[in-house]
């Protein structure tokens, strides 16, 4: 369930925050939620990685063949951008 929350900022504070997300095109909402939660989250969590929300949602969008070898690709990229 969402509810909407209202807060008085700093005016320059709101912009920058907007600049931001903007340039990491994430809605401000979006943003001050994971900003909140991950500052809420149990202490036992914590001790775990923490995965923000954006990278969970990216998680699964590229789909490799099981034999896929990264360590060759970059390595031929390197080469190749270096020749």
């Known amino acids: 369930m969402e509810t909407k929350l209202t807060l008085r900022l700093n005016d320059n504070v709101i912009n920058r925050a907007k600049l931001y ?3 990491h095109k ?3 909402s979006k943003m001050i ?3 909140l939660d991950s500052l809420t989250k149990e202490k036992n969590e ?3 990685i ?8 990216l ?3 590229i ?6 070898d990264y360590k060759k690709e970059y390595s031929d990229y ?4 270096y020749k």
């Open 50 to 57: 923490s995965i923000t929300p954006l990278v969970e949602s």
């Open 63 to 68: 789909d490799l063949p099981s034999d896929f």
């Open 46 to 48: 914590g001790k775990k």
């Open 33 to 35: 939620e994971s900003y």
């Open 59 to 61: 998680s699964g969008v």
């Open 26 to 28: 994430i809605s401000l």
């Open 78 to 81: 390197i080469i190749e951008k």
């Open 21 to 23: 997300a903007r340039s």
